[in-house]
Protein backbone atom coordinates (compact mmCIF):
# COMPACT_ATOMS: atom_id res chain seq x y z
CA UNK A 1 0.00 0.00 0.00
CA UNK A 2 0.92 3.71 -0.35
CA UNK A 3 2.87 5.34 2.81
CA UNK A 4 3.67 8.89 2.52
CA UNK A 5 6.62 10.84 4.65
CA UNK A 6 6.21 14.55 5.00
CA UNK A 7 8.95 16.85 6.88
CA UNK A 8 9.29 18.69 8.85
CA UNK A 9 6.62 18.26 11.32
CA UNK A 10 7.30 21.89 12.21
CA UNK A 11 8.66 24.63 10.33
CA UNK A 12 8.95 28.67 11.71
CA UNK A 13 9.98 31.18 9.34
CA UNK A 14 10.29 34.62 9.44
CA UNK A 15 7.31 36.97 7.67
CA UNK A 16 8.07 37.31 3.93
CA UNK A 17 10.45 34.15 4.03
CA UNK A 18 9.26 31.42 2.05
CA UNK A 19 8.62 28.18 3.49
CA UNK A 20 8.65 24.59 1.86
CA UNK A 21 7.40 21.31 2.55
CA UNK A 22 8.37 18.19 1.29
CA UNK A 23 6.30 14.90 0.85
CA UNK A 24 7.97 11.17 -0.56
CA UNK A 25 5.11 8.19 -1.14
CA UNK A 26 5.65 5.49 -2.29
CA UNK A 27 3.34 3.81 -4.59
CA UNK A 28 4.88 4.70 -8.28
CA UNK A 29 1.16 4.46 -9.63
CA UNK A 30 -0.01 7.54 -7.18
CA UNK A 31 -0.95 9.92 -9.61
CA UNK A 32 -2.99 12.77 -7.72
CA UNK A 33 -0.88 14.49 -5.15
CA UNK A 34 -3.20 17.36 -2.82
CA UNK A 35 -1.89 19.56 -0.04
CA UNK A 36 -4.32 21.03 2.60
CA UNK A 37 -4.31 23.72 5.30
CA UNK A 38 -5.38 22.79 8.48
CA UNK A 39 -6.27 26.18 10.94
CA UNK A 40 -6.85 24.59 14.57
CA UNK A 41 -10.25 22.92 15.12
CA UNK A 42 -11.23 23.23 11.59
CA UNK A 43 -11.93 21.48 8.04
CA UNK A 44 -9.07 20.56 6.04
CA UNK A 45 -8.56 22.99 2.94
CA UNK A 46 -7.49 22.20 -0.68
CA UNK A 47 -4.83 24.83 -1.50
CA UNK A 48 -3.38 23.43 -4.41
CA UNK A 49 -3.05 20.03 -6.19
CA UNK A 50 -1.01 18.43 -8.74
CA UNK A 51 -1.90 15.37 -10.95
CA UNK A 52 1.26 13.27 -12.37
CA UNK A 53 1.39 14.50 -15.49
CA UNK A 54 2.78 17.89 -15.12
CA UNK A 55 5.88 18.58 -12.91
CA UNK A 56 4.96 22.03 -11.31
CA UNK A 57 1.99 23.57 -10.36
CA UNK A 58 1.73 27.72 -9.18
CA UNK A 59 -1.27 29.63 -7.85
CA UNK A 60 -0.22 32.99 -6.57
CA UNK A 61 2.38 32.60 -3.87
CA UNK A 62 1.54 28.29 -3.10
CA UNK A 63 3.15 25.71 -6.09
CA UNK A 64 3.63 22.35 -5.75
CA UNK A 65 6.77 20.62 -7.66
CA UNK A 66 6.58 16.73 -8.29
CA UNK A 67 9.43 15.01 -8.88
CA UNK A 68 8.03 11.21 -10.32
CA UNK A 69 10.94 9.79 -10.39
CA UNK A 70 12.20 10.02 -7.33
CA UNK A 71 8.56 9.98 -5.92
CA UNK A 72 8.66 13.44 -4.00
CA UNK A 73 6.96 16.36 -4.05
CA UNK A 74 6.95 20.06 -2.55
CA UNK A 75 4.90 22.94 -1.13
CA UNK A 76 6.39 26.18 -1.96
CA UNK A 77 5.12 29.43 -0.50
CA UNK A 78 6.90 32.38 -1.07
CA UNK A 79 6.43 35.57 0.45
CA UNK A 80 4.66 34.27 3.85
CA UNK A 81 2.35 35.93 5.88
CA UNK A 82 0.88 35.42 9.22
CA UNK A 83 -2.37 33.88 8.18
CA UNK A 84 -0.23 31.08 6.65
CA UNK A 85 0.70 30.23 9.89
CA UNK A 86 -1.59 26.56 10.18
CA UNK A 87 -0.64 22.70 9.86
CA UNK A 88 -0.40 21.41 6.16
CA UNK A 89 -1.08 17.88 5.10
CA UNK A 90 0.09 16.28 1.93
CA UNK A 91 -1.26 13.41 0.48
CA UNK A 92 -1.22 11.07 -2.27
CA UNK A 93 -4.06 8.84 -3.99
CA UNK A 94 -4.32 5.04 -3.94
CA UNK A 95 -5.20 3.70 -7.66
CA UNK A 96 -6.99 0.85 -6.21
CA UNK A 97 -10.43 0.69 -5.47
CA UNK A 98 -12.23 3.76 -4.05
CA UNK A 99 -8.49 5.90 -5.22
CA UNK A 100 -8.26 6.80 -0.68
CA UNK A 101 -6.02 9.57 0.37
CA UNK A 102 -3.40 8.82 2.16
CA UNK A 103 -2.15 11.31 4.70
CA UNK A 104 1.20 12.48 5.44
CA UNK A 105 1.81 13.01 9.38
CA UNK A 106 1.69 16.88 8.75
CA UNK A 107 3.47 20.28 9.07
CA UNK A 108 2.86 23.17 11.83
CA UNK A 109 3.85 26.36 9.97
CA UNK A 110 4.68 29.58 11.92
CA UNK A 111 4.80 32.66 10.70
CA UNK A 112 6.97 34.95 12.43
CA UNK A 113 5.75 38.74 12.36
CA UNK B 1 -18.96 25.36 -5.19
CA UNK B 2 -17.94 21.56 -3.49
CA UNK B 3 -19.20 22.64 0.04
CA UNK B 4 -19.74 20.16 2.78
CA UNK B 5 -21.74 20.36 5.97
CA UNK B 6 -21.54 18.43 8.80
CA UNK B 7 -23.73 18.25 12.01
CA UNK B 8 -23.61 18.45 14.99
CA UNK B 9 -20.43 20.51 15.13
CA UNK B 10 -20.36 19.45 18.87
CA UNK B 11 -21.40 16.38 20.72
CA UNK B 12 -21.35 15.42 24.58
CA UNK B 13 -22.78 12.36 24.98
CA UNK B 14 -22.63 10.04 28.03
CA UNK B 15 -20.92 6.40 27.89
CA UNK B 16 -23.19 3.93 26.97
CA UNK B 17 -25.11 6.04 24.50
CA UNK B 18 -25.12 6.24 20.20
CA UNK B 19 -24.39 9.54 18.79
CA UNK B 20 -25.34 10.26 14.91
CA UNK B 21 -22.90 12.30 12.90
CA UNK B 22 -24.44 13.29 9.58
CA UNK B 23 -22.42 14.73 6.64
CA UNK B 24 -23.92 16.30 3.94
CA UNK B 25 -22.58 17.66 0.45
CA UNK B 26 -24.74 20.88 -0.47
CA UNK B 27 -23.66 21.32 -4.11
CA UNK B 28 -22.89 18.57 -5.73
CA UNK B 29 -23.60 14.71 -5.99
CA UNK B 30 -21.10 12.63 -4.02
CA UNK B 31 -20.87 8.98 -4.99
CA UNK B 32 -17.93 8.00 -2.64
CA UNK B 33 -17.79 9.71 1.21
CA UNK B 34 -15.03 9.19 3.65
CA UNK B 35 -14.59 9.42 7.24
CA UNK B 36 -11.95 10.38 9.12
CA UNK B 37 -10.81 10.43 12.95
CA UNK B 38 -8.51 12.92 13.97
CA UNK B 39 -6.84 13.10 17.53
CA UNK B 40 -4.98 16.28 18.82
CA UNK B 41 -1.55 17.08 16.81
CA UNK B 42 -1.74 14.13 14.72
CA UNK B 43 -3.16 13.60 11.01
CA UNK B 44 -6.35 12.30 9.52
CA UNK B 45 -6.47 8.66 9.64
CA UNK B 46 -9.18 6.83 7.77
CA UNK B 47 -11.80 5.27 8.92
CA UNK B 48 -13.62 4.03 6.27
CA UNK B 49 -15.00 5.30 2.98
CA UNK B 50 -18.81 5.05 1.92
CA UNK B 51 -20.04 4.59 -1.37
CA UNK B 52 -23.95 5.70 -2.23
CA UNK B 53 -25.89 2.43 -2.08
CA UNK B 54 -23.11 0.28 -0.86
CA UNK B 55 -22.52 -0.94 2.50
CA UNK B 56 -18.90 0.87 3.33
CA UNK B 57 -15.47 -0.37 3.36
CA UNK B 58 -13.80 -0.15 6.78
CA UNK B 59 -9.90 0.31 7.50
CA UNK B 60 -8.31 -2.68 9.39
CA UNK B 61 -8.80 -2.03 13.21
CA UNK B 62 -12.42 -0.10 12.68
CA UNK B 63 -14.79 -1.75 14.36
CA UNK B 64 -17.98 -2.27 11.78
CA UNK B 65 -20.84 -3.07 14.34
CA UNK B 66 -19.31 -0.06 16.35
CA UNK B 67 -19.20 2.93 13.72
CA UNK B 68 -22.02 2.08 11.75
CA UNK B 69 -22.16 4.34 8.59
CA UNK B 70 -25.22 4.81 5.84
CA UNK B 71 -24.59 6.54 2.49
CA UNK B 72 -28.29 6.42 1.70
CA UNK B 73 -28.28 8.99 -0.94
CA UNK B 74 -25.42 11.13 -3.24
CA UNK B 75 -25.57 14.17 -0.86
CA UNK B 76 -26.08 12.44 2.71
CA UNK B 77 -23.87 9.67 4.67
CA UNK B 78 -24.10 8.97 8.14
CA UNK B 79 -21.68 7.83 11.15
CA UNK B 80 -23.32 6.22 13.95
CA UNK B 81 -20.87 5.55 17.02
CA UNK B 82 -22.61 2.98 19.22
CA UNK B 83 -22.44 2.36 22.80
CA UNK B 84 -19.70 5.33 23.48
CA UNK B 85 -16.79 5.20 25.47
CA UNK B 86 -14.69 7.83 26.50
CA UNK B 87 -11.79 6.28 24.79
CA UNK B 88 -14.22 7.21 20.87
CA UNK B 89 -14.10 10.76 21.80
CA UNK B 90 -12.07 12.75 19.24
CA UNK B 91 -12.51 15.19 16.03
CA UNK B 92 -14.56 13.48 13.55
CA UNK B 93 -14.69 14.64 9.87
CA UNK B 94 -16.32 13.13 6.53
CA UNK B 95 -14.95 14.43 2.97
CA UNK B 96 -16.94 14.12 0.16
CA UNK B 97 -16.20 13.73 -3.58
CA UNK B 98 -17.79 13.46 -6.37
CA UNK B 99 -18.43 10.90 -9.18
CA UNK B 100 -17.14 12.50 -12.00
CA UNK B 101 -14.03 11.25 -14.10
CA UNK B 102 -11.14 12.94 -13.38
CA UNK B 103 -12.30 14.85 -10.17
CA UNK B 104 -10.14 13.31 -7.52
CA UNK B 105 -10.91 16.58 -4.91
CA UNK B 106 -11.98 15.84 -1.35
CA UNK B 107 -13.32 18.31 0.32
CA UNK B 108 -14.04 18.17 3.92
CA UNK B 109 -16.90 18.72 6.37
CA UNK B 110 -16.27 21.12 9.22
CA UNK B 111 -15.73 18.28 11.54
CA UNK B 112 -17.74 17.26 14.64
CA UNK B 113 -16.03 17.22 18.17
CA UNK B 114 -17.32 14.14 20.16
CA UNK B 115 -16.83 14.20 24.03
CA UNK B 116 -17.90 10.71 25.75
CA UNK B 117 -18.27 11.32 29.14
Known amino acids: GENVEQHPSTLSVQEGDSAVIKCTYSDSASNYFPWYKQELGKRPQLIIDIRSNVGEKKDQRIAVTLNKTAKHFSLHITETQPEDSAVYFC????????????FGQGTRLTINP | GAVVSQHPSWVICKSGTSVKIECRSL??????MFWYRQFPKQSLMLMATSNEGSKATYEQGVEKDKFLINHASLTLSTLTVTSAHPEDSSFYICSARSGLAGHNEQFFGPGTRLTVL
Open chain 2, 27 to 32: DFQATT
Open chain 1, 91 to 102: AANLIQGAQKLV
